[in-house]
Nanobody, 122 residues
Framework: QVQLAESGGGLVQPGGSLRLSCAVSGFTEDYYGIGWFRQAPGKEREGISCITWTDGATYYADSVKGRFTISRDTAKNMVYLQMNGLKPEDTADYHC???????????????WGQGTQVTVSS
C-alpha cells in the first residue's frame, strides 16, 4: 500500500519561496505518477502539478505555471514542489498524491498524505 508524507509548508511573505517534499513508500513503477493538489477553505480541490514516475513528464495548472516546479528523485522515492513567487491566493493545504492518470490530467488521485499548510501573508 502506498503511503505519502508531506513536509516543508509554513508561513511566507508574498513573493517568497517554499520547497515542499513528499516521501513516498510502497510505490512501484506500476504506478503512473505523483501529483500535488491543494485545498483552501471554501474552495474546490485543485490539482496543480503532476509528474510521471518513469520518464518525469510534468504537468502544471495555469494558476502555478512558471512559478512552481515539480521534480522527483526515484532513488530516494521523493517528490518535490519548488514554489517561487508565492501569492496570497496560494494559501492552502497542500497534499501529494498518486496520480491515477485520468483526463483531464492531474485531477484524479488515489492515495494522499495528511498535507502541509502553506500560508502566504505579509
Amino acid at each position: 500500500q502506498v503511503q505519502l508524507a508531506e513536509s516543508g509548508g509554513g508561513l511566507v511573505q508574498p513573493g517568497g519561496s517554499l520547497r515542499l517534499s513528499c516521501a513516498v513508500s510502497g510505490f512501484t513503477e506500476d504506478y503512473y505518477g505523483i501529483g500535488w493538489f491543494r485545498q483552501a477553505p471554501g474552495k474546490e480541490r485543485e490539482g496543480i502539478s503532476c509528474i510521471t514516475w518513469t520518464d518525469g513528464a510534468t504537468y502544471y495548472a495555469d494558476s502555478v505555471k512558471g512559478r512552481f516546479t515539480i521534480s522527483r528523485d526515484t532513488a530516494k522515492n521523493m517528490v518535490y514542489l519548488q514554489m517561487n513567487g508565492l501569492k496570497p491566493e496560494d494559501t492552502a493545504d497542500y497534499h501529494c498524491a498518486t496520480d491515477l492518470a485520468g483526463q483531464p490530467p492531474c485531477e484524479f488521485f488515489g492515495s494522499w498524505g495528511q498535507g502541509t499548510q502553506v500560508t502566504v501573508s505579509s
